[in-house]
């Protein structure tokens, strides 16, 4: 089983940044795949930003060249460092892993952290 926690959400004005963390612990050798989900009220739960064991990050078009999605092995961490804010990125983002174990897939989320971006 995999653990997440995510932190770092708050309020910030547009155009200001933002950085998430989030911790994850458990089975964390199974993790191949970790990523950042947003859903704001109203919405479908979205991708932003994922990045899978050595490959490369990949990003919504609607966040890409402002947001940076790094993954820290020693720390257990995966972030997500968003600068250009705007009032549409108001939501909770969730961190996401994926694992596997065997024949069998899973998926883990942490509790999510609201982030608000006032315009």
């Known amino acids: 089983q995999v653990q997440l926690v995510e932190s770092g959400g708050g309020l910030v004005q547009a155009g200001g940044s933002l950085r998430l963390s989030c911790a994850a612990s458990g089975s964390i050798s199974s993790i191949n795949r970790m990523a950042w989900y947003r859903q704001a009220p109203g919405n479908v739960r979205e991708l932003v930003a994922a990045i899978p064991s050595g490959g490369s990050p990949n990003y919504a078009d609607s966040v890409k060249g402002r947001f940076t999605i790094s993954r820290d092995s020693a720390k257990n961490t995966v972030s997500l460092i968003m600068n250009s804010l705007k009032s549409e990125d108001t939501a909770v983002y969730y961190c996401?892993?994926?694992?596997?174990?065997?024949?069998?897939?899973?998926?883990?989320w942490g509790q999510g952290t609201q982030v608000t971006v006032s315009s």
């Open positions: 996401n892993a994926r694992s596997r174990r065997g024949i069998y897939d899973y998926e883990y």
